[in-house]
């Protein structure tokens, strides 16, 4: 009978436990969500202030952005294209160093070789992202680039998608090598059966198998690098032009909004509302970079 009651007691207790849990882990994933929808609700409402006043299209399809300036014009292409500009250059560096990265880890490291280049390589996400600014901008540039290039101007675009590759290096190589690594290992031992050596296991075997978790990493990387900031404002400086030349200074999305933020636009005035009209359009572009990931890696994802 005691020992009825006891595991009765032990039941309860778990069922405590585990509803506890239950709880306190819906309230953290709650949480999350809570916050986009007031940010979503806070970008809203003031950009509807914005748009009472500047027409959409001409937001969407101007390619003059001089907001602070006293002949105002609202088209976000500029912006947009320095944006997209600094991202790509960045994904040009980070995809094929980052990959080469997981594939080296997963696959040919030893144990102690990951122990020490697995932390290193971590450590660039660490970095405060105002150092890779002034580094490009004191470093990158007039050391290097300007070597190549010499009438590169010292704020320009390549400096700063240089940099944020580098920041976005870790995302690529940690989601790829936990890709690369959740491969079942009877696949590779099939391939050596039939006499495949390592490197035509690793590019005909295991990086198809974990071509999901690779997409979902860029795609990821790539929506970081569009809301980098620091980086952007310090190195490739507040010049609004629709230019493609990656040797002259450019302003992007999130560079616009460390500007205003700093208190260069009055509150309540039209230059402020613009501030959460960009905001709110790069929301609405990162945001479906996240769902696409997710559904990449649900589409592509290989089940064993």
Known sequence: MSTLISYSKTLKKRRLVSSIVHNITFIAASASTIAVVIILATLLNESLQFFEKVNILEYLTGTQWTVLFEEKKFGVLPLLNATLLSSLIALGLAVPIGLAIAIYLGEYASNRVKNIFKPMIELLAGIPTVVYGYFALYFVTPQLLRFFLPDIQINNILAAGLMIGFLII?????????????????????????GARKFEVVLKIVIPAALSGIFASIILAFGRAMGETMI??????????LSYNVKESMETMTGFIAQVATGDAPYGTI???SLFAVGLTLLLMTYPLNLIALRVLKRWAIRY
């Open 271 to 273: 230059e402020y509302s």
């Open 232 to 241: 952007v404002a310090i190195a490739a400086g507040f010049r609004p032009i």
């Open 170 to 194: 870790p995302i690529v190589a940690s989601i790829s090598e936990d890709a690369i690594r959740s491969v079942p290992l009877d696949l590779r031992l099939a391939a050596y059966a039939v």
